[in-house]
């Protein structure tokens, strides 16, 4: 259920903020200022406010209304936004129906790293009573973490329902971080039923899944890395990944077996020939678990590809 949540916080964000970028070009176009709202009848600002308002009545047959704030947090919201120091605050936008406190979403440049930004906001969220949920164990992410798309995301909850901030946090290379949050206040209990709630741990027996054994794996600076496969169940949990640097495969072996000795993993053997450096493990837990790490440097030039494995020789060993 947490995971379904948070898949469509995702899309909605997806939808949402791009209108509040467009939002504020808008703003810059017809002559706003900071914190300036288009004009009722300005056609753009209509546009973009007509695409992230749904055309449809809500389940609950009421209809909901979005308000673009270029360069601004709403006026009206019932929930005080912390905001980094030296952020650019890019807009937000406002969602309202009837019978319900509204929620909206907001964009920031932020600079720093993206751990910057989520340990900001684990603090200040923290004195709001907001904290993230527990986290099954197999649903840990591990494997190459990808230094291209979202560089984290987060969510904040106060018990299993609302309200609860859902944080995004895209790195960008020579730039501020992209920093999408969404903010859903606490309801009625009426609309809390029918708004639900991600951060919810309810809903039956939950399928047994295997323990993560893939340690999450981060790029040296300045290498930009892609994740282009995982699969995290059974006896086999594989990741991979592509990474875009001039450093060679011995190099980057190197660099990523640190990071599983630091994660428990017992290096066996290893060899670094160019193009291609290995290593063998045994992989911490019970079961006996493998794991082997391969680098290969690509014809592609500053190419190199990635492969991090746990395999159980006994099959479902977990």
Request: charged share 15%; proline share 10%; with cysteine.
């Amino acid at each position: 259920m947490v995971l379904g949540g948070l898949a469509a916080v995702a899309l909605t964000l997806v939808i949402a903020l791009t209108a509040v970028e467009l939002a504020a070009q808008v703003g810059e176009i017809r002559g706003g200022g900071q914190g300036a709202v288009p004009a009722s009848k300005d056609d753009l600002a209509e546009l973009a406010s007509r695409l992230i308002s749904p055309p449809y009545p809500m389940p609950d047959g009421s209809t909901q209304t979005a308000t673009l704030y270029p360069g601004a947090m709403p006026p009206n919201a019932s929930f005080d936004l912390p905001v980094p120091a030296s952020s650019h605050l890019v807009g937000s936008v406002l969602r309202q129906r009837a019978g319900a406190n509204p929620s909206f979403d907001a964009v920031l440049d932020v600079p720093g790293t993206a751990d910057d930004v989520t340990s900001f906001y684990e603090r200040e969220l923290a004195k709001k009573g907001l904290t993230p949920p527990p986290t099954p164990q197999g649903m840990q992410p591990g494997g190459f973490q990808g230094t291209a798309g979202p560089a984290k995301g987060s969510m904040f909850c106060k018990g299993d329902g609302l309200p609860y901030v859902s944080l995004t946090v895209f790195a960008r290379p020579n730039a501020a971080n992209d920093v999408r949050v969404h903010v859903e206040p606490a309801q009625t209990s009426s609309a809390q039923q029918f708004m639900g709630s991600p951060c919810s741990q309810k809903g039956g027996p939950q399928p047994m899944i295997p323990a993560q054994r893939l340690p999450a794996l981060r790029a040296p600076d300045g290498v930009l890395l892609q994740s282009t496969g995982a699969s995290m169940g059974g006896p086999r949990q594989q990741s991979d990944a592509v990474a875009t640097t001039a450093k060679g495969a011995a190099e980057l072996e190197s660099f990523f077996a640190q990071q599983l000795a630091a994660a428990g993993w017992t290096r066996v053997a290893g060899s670094a020939n160019a193009p291609l450096a290995f290593s063998t493990w045994k992989v911490p837990g019970d079961g006996d678990w493998q794991g082997v790490l391969i680098v290969i440097e690509m014809p592609a030039k500053d190419r190199r590809s990635l492969m991090l494995r746990a395999e159980s020789p006994t099959g479902f060993g977990f």
